[in-house]
Every structure is written in structure tokens, then in C-alpha cells.
């Protein structure tokens, strides 16, 4: 109950500052288009510590590497654990992280800022609207645009805004709609999947002791979101009722490595790039909604993501090859059959 009230005045702070600052510092709302052959580098600013919320801006890095093929890209993030993600990716010079032990380190920070500075960004691009973290980080660090959202009572300084996408339903394609500051956008100009852009020798590489026809199922999640481990036991027990050549491949939290079965196989890896090397290599992934599920479609493998209470429409996942299941009123045996149908279709 203290957290709950913790998060409720935390969230009630935020608004009145947001409120406050956005009667003084009014967002500039030109939505002119800036010239493209003046910007030669990049930093995009995503201050979070969720696996989910990073790879929900790989559709944004990949567009714009799409528009400006020769600019350097860098990007902010908030937990060095999630910073292989983006550092593999070929458009990404150089990852940079905040975690917020760092604000009990001044001198760290100072030096920092000095960096950033010192690499004279032409772009910041800050896809969240509601980020504290990010609003304040763009703020305080020099470019010569600052690109993002604005909503009325948010305060966001910025050279250049839009308003935030009310048409645009899933949270990882909203910032795509900040690419229309850069000249006439087509939906279909860019990638509407998560892509963290695997290389052929990565995914070589994460092939070993994974046999054929192999499903990975990975069972952790926050609060609500698990699913308990008996279910699991049972959905595995299904899909074997209708073939009994499937393999299923535990993949651990590093928190926990307790397998669902002793004779089950078992992958934990803590470096998140090595790891979607692995996943790469099954035939099919299924998981709730956790960011693990989001690493998978964003591996190019087939995804299978179990939805007990938030919204697929939101938070889904995005793959071609991939499928959103909402489990509410559905038996084991329905989902199994569901997940084997899906499986045979591609």
C-alpha cells in the first residue's frame, strides 16, 4: 500500500511541475522542417531502465538512419545492463549511460556533460513525453535542435515539436510521428517491427546446443504479469499432446535459475545482445508481456506473447511472424491450440 501511495504522489508531483514549467518555459511549436543536409550527428535521449521501453526506439533509430545515412547516431540510456541492445546495431556510434547511481557521483557527471558537449550535436531527439528523466537531460545538454513531443500543461524544451500521435495506438510506433519534422513522411517509409539488427555471424554464433524444432518459453515477469509455473507445466504438456518433436528451451532470468523441469533445457545469459543471439535460433518463442518477449520479436524470431491484464493494442507484440494472445476465459488446451496453429501457418 506505501508503494502504491508513493507512486500515486510521485506521479502527482511530476503533473504540478510539469504544469508550472510549461506556463514559464512555453514549448515552440514550429513545425517547419529542418534541412536534413545539416544534420551530421545525433543523440537520442531515452533515459529508462526497461528492456521494453529501449527496444520500443529501435523503429525510431532505424528510421533515422534511413533519413540521414551519414550522420553519427549516439543514444542516452539509463541501465548499462540494456546497452549491448544498441551498441550492436550498425547505425549506432556510441552508447552512453545514466544510471541514477551517477547523481551521487558529481564529478562523473560533470565530465559527462563536458563529452556531450564537446561533440557538438546537431540533433537530440527525446521520443518520450512524459519522461522527467529525459525532459530534464535535454534541458541541460547542448544541440542545435532539440526534437520531441508536446501535450498542453508538459513542459518540453524543445526547438522543435509535434504534437503528441493520438492516432497512433502502439507506444513503440508513436515516435515515428517525429519524423514528419524531417520532410513528407509515408507510413510505409519506415520499419513498423522492432529490429535490433542481428548480424549473420551473431546469430551463427548463438546456434550451439539448440536442436531443431525448439520453443523457448521464458516464465518471469512483474506483479500481475507472471504467469505461474504450473500453467507453463501444462501448456507444455499440450503442445507435446500434438507433437511430440517439439523441444522446449527454459530461458532463466538471471535472478533465477531455477528450470521449470530438470530434463528441460536451459539457456541464462546476462549480456542481452548474446541472448538474443540465442533466441534467434528457435522456432518459436512464447512469454507474457515482459520485455524478453519484445527481445525475441526484435531477433526476428516468432513470437507468441500471453496477455493476462495489459493491452496488446499498446504493448503487443509487432513481428510479421509474431502472434498477441489474450489468456482471459481461455483454457490451456484452447492457447495450445492456438499457439500450434500459428506455428504451422509460418
Known amino acids: 500500500m506505501a508503494d502504491v501511495l508513493h507512486v500515486h504522489l510521485r506521479k502527482k508531483l511530476s503533473n504540478l511541475i510539469n504544469s508550472s514549467l510549461s506556463k ?8 517547419s522542417s529542418i534541412d536534413k543536409d545539416s544534420i551530421k550527428r545525433i543523440l537520442v535521449v531515452r533515459i529508462n531502465y526497461r528492456i521494453g521501453n529501449i527496444l520500443f526506439t529501435t523503429p525510431l533509430l532505424n528510421a533515422l538512419e534511413k533519413t540521414f545515412p551519414d550522420a553519427k547516431i549516439d543514444m542516452m540510456l539509463g541501465a548499462p545492463f540494456i546497452a549491448s541492445l544498441i551498441e550492436g546495431m550498425p547505425q549506432v556510434n556510441k552508447v552512453y549511460t545514466f544510471p541514477r547511481e551517477l547523481l551521487k ?39 542545435k535542435y532539440k ?26 510506433l508513436k515516435p515515428l510521428a517525429l519524423m514528419s519534422l524531417f520532410g ?35 516464465r518471469d515477469a512483474r506483479n500481475e504479469k507472471k504467469i505461474d509455473d504450473a500453467w507453463w507445466s501444462e501448456l507444455i504438456k499440450a503442445l507435446h499432446k500434438v507433437d511430440t518433436s517439439l523441444h522446449f528451451v527454459d530461458i532463466l532470468d538471471p535472478n533465477n535459475t531455477t528450470a521449470l523441469a530438470k530434463d528441460m533445457l536451459t539457456i541464462s545469459e546476462k549480456n542481452l545482445r548474446i541472448l538474443a543471439s540465442k533466441i534467434s ?66
Not at 518477449?293 to 507484440?317: E, N
Open 24 to 31: 514559464f518555459f512555453p514549448v515552440n511549436k514550429d513545425l
Open 105 to 143: 557521483q558529481p564529478l562523473k557527471v560533470l565530465k559527462l556533460k563536458k563529452e556531450l558537449k564537446d561533440n557538438r550535436y546537431d540533433l537530440l531527439i527525446t521520443p518520450s513525453l512524459m519522461s522527467s528523466s529525459d525532459t530534464l537531460f535535454t534541458f541541460l545538454v547542448s544541440a
Open 147 to 172: 526534437v520531441g513531443f508536446y501535450a498542453p500543461d508538459v513542459f518540453s524544451p524543445l526547438t522543435h515539436a509535434v504534437p503528441f500521435p493520438k492516432n497512433i495506438e502502439h507506444e513503440a
Open 184 to 218: 513528407e513522411m509515408d507510413e510505409e517509409d519506415f520499419k513498423s517491427t522492432l529490429d535490433i539488427r542481428l548480424g549473420n555471424e551473431e546469430k551463427e554464433s548463438g546456434r550451439d546446443n539448440i536442436p531443431v524444432h525448439s520453443i523457448g518459453i521464458f
Open 281 to 346: 535460433n528457435l522456432d518459436l518463442f512464447i512469454c507474457g508481456d515482459t520485455g524478453p518477449m519484445h527481445l525475441a520479436s526484435a531477433s526476428g524470431t516468432a513470437t507468441i506473447a500471453l496477455f493476462k491484464t495489459t493491452s496488446p493494442t499498446l504493448y503487443g507484440t509487432l513481428g510479421k511472424k509474431d502472434l498477441s494472445l489474450v489468456m482471459r476465459g481461455k483454457s490451456v488446451d484452447a492457447i495450445a491450440s492456438e499457439i500450434m496453429m500459428h506455428l504451422k501457418s509460418i
